[in-house]
Nanobody, 126 residues
Framework: QVQLVESGGGLVQAGGSLRLSCAIS????????MGWFRQAPGKEREFVAA????????RYADSVKGRFTISRNNAKNTVYLQMNSLKAEDTAVYYC???????????????????WGQGTQVTVSS
């Protein structure tokens, strides 16, 4: 069973930055594409960003393009989400997820990902 643990969430003012981290307990980390999703209160979970096994291919939701950057360090079995220029509408619980494919789908969706973390809260105050 793949385990993922997110960290780095918190409270930040609009315009500020946060970096989320996700550590994965899987020796074959490079067998997985990785993704970030988020879920705001009363809303469905939505895709945020994804990255291929080697880090060369990335996908972003239109709402975060140019503000968020996904990256990974395969030596540390960790994936990151750098979030800049945060807005109040970015407030949500952020989830890390593992996709047993090497490349993320053109439009990543929840069924593509087989393992999920518990989530970390990000709150952006306006």
């Amino acid at each position: 069973q793949v385990q993922l643990v997110e960290s780095g969430g918190g409270l930040v003012q609009a315009g500020g930055s946060l970096r989320l981290s996700c550590a994965i307990s899987e020796r074959t980390f490079t067998n997985y594409a990785m993704g970030w999703f988020r879920q705001a209160p009363g809303k469905e979970r939505e895709f945020v960003a994804a990255i291929s096994w080697g880090g060369r291919s990335t996908r972003y939701a239109d709402s975060v393009k140019g503000r968020f950057t996904i990256s990974r360090n395969n030596a540390k079995n960790t994936v990151y989400l750098q979030m800049n220029s945060l807005k109040a509408e970015d407030t949500a619980v952020y989830y890390c997820a593992a996709d047993p494919s090497l490349l993320p789908a053109t439009t990543p969706s929840i069924p593509d990902f087989s393992s999920w973390g518990q989530g970390t809260q990000v709150t952006v105050s306006s």
